[in-house]
């Protein structure tokens, strides 16, 4: 075989892959649409879930389970996001120009973290937040677990996001008379917004998808919205667990985990969106 057969084969091979996972995504949109878009109403999005007659949570609408995740998110954006970017500067800029080896064994903490189950999160904030610090069962204790468990994701991302920046960039900075503090503020952080401002928007989404760490540390059908952070909460993914697994109500139920499931997938991609335009904003205004 030739060398354009071998390239017809191998681009072959890539655009099936492609298509494939298209094809999955599309079917996974098609299904939500078709079993959950019926569900939705003004009703089902601003009323909260009430129980029936036989005391399942199924009637009503989700209006706890949105607000409990958007505290959420909110949450580990004001918690994960400084620590993390702040973080990968001082591992990037500050100690691995200096100690290259002990930069690196950061580094391989930090994506270790970034691989571990979110189960594993979850009992860590059950004996950190909930036990140790006393949070209890509450919003503070999931918020607090997620953005551990997005804070090494983060980490990652901002650190691609700032070695992308070419050296000549800092070296001419500094040649110029600028200090070390005043060139990553002015022009390593502004060059590498874009980038950070996408994995961080991109972790947020998961924190708000997670489901497993808030089931231990504090999410439960029968909360409102909360009032406080010591308060229980309500979210989406465990309201979607809880119609799927444990009502016996299922043609009720059902109907309803696929309207909550079409909810949550449109916030992510809202999140995307918005993750997209900031990209190609800071993009445009920062180019090197």
């Not at 808030?214 to 010591?230: D, F, K, N």
């Not at 916030?267 to 800071?282: G, Q």
Request: glycine letters at 10%.
């Amino acid at each position: 075989m030739n060398r354009k057969n071998q390239e017809l084969v191998y681009f072959t091979i890539l655009r099936g892959c492609a298509g494939l996972v298209v094809a999955v995504l599309a079917i996974i949109l098609l299904f939500l649409l078709v079993n959950g878009l019926g569900k939705i109403s003004w009703s089902f999005l601003t009323e909260n879930p009430r129980a029936n007659s036989s005391g399942a949570l199924v009637d009503g609408g989700i209006l706890s389970p949105i607000m409990g995740t958007i505290y959420l998110m909110l949450l580990v954006f004001g918690v994960s996001i400084p620590i993390g970017v702040l973080g990968s500067v001082f591992l990037v800029e500050v100690l691995g120009r200096k100690y290259h080896r002990a930069s690196r064994l950061w580094w391989i903490v930090v994506n270790n973290l970034a691989g571990v189950p979110s189960i594993v999160y979850g009992l860590l904030g059950v004996a950190l937040f909930v036990t140790m610090l006393q949070f209890g069962l509450s919003l503070i204790a999931a918020g607090m677990t997620l953005a551990l468990m997005v804070l090494p994701i983060i980490m990652v991302a901002t650190r691609e996001a700032l070695e992308a920046v070419p050296n000549s960039l800092r070296e001419a900075s500094i040649a110029l008379g600028a200090t070390k503090w005043q060139t990553i503020r002015h022009h390593i952080m502004p060059y590498s917004a874009s980038g950070i401002l996408t994995g961080t928007i991109l972790s947020l989404s998961r924190a708000g998808g997670e489901t497993a760490p808030i089931l231990v540390t504090g999410a439960t059908m029968t909360a409102l919205i909360p009032s406080a952070l010591g308060e229980p909460f309500q979210a989406i993914p465990y309201y979607i667990y809880q119609m799927g697994v444990n009502t016996a109500d299922i043609d009720k139920a059902y109907p309803n985990a696929y309207g909550a499931a079409l909810v949550l997938l449109t916030i992510v991609v809202l999140m995307n969106f918005i993750a997209i335009y900031l990209r190609n904003r800071y993009r445009k205004k920062y180019r090197w």
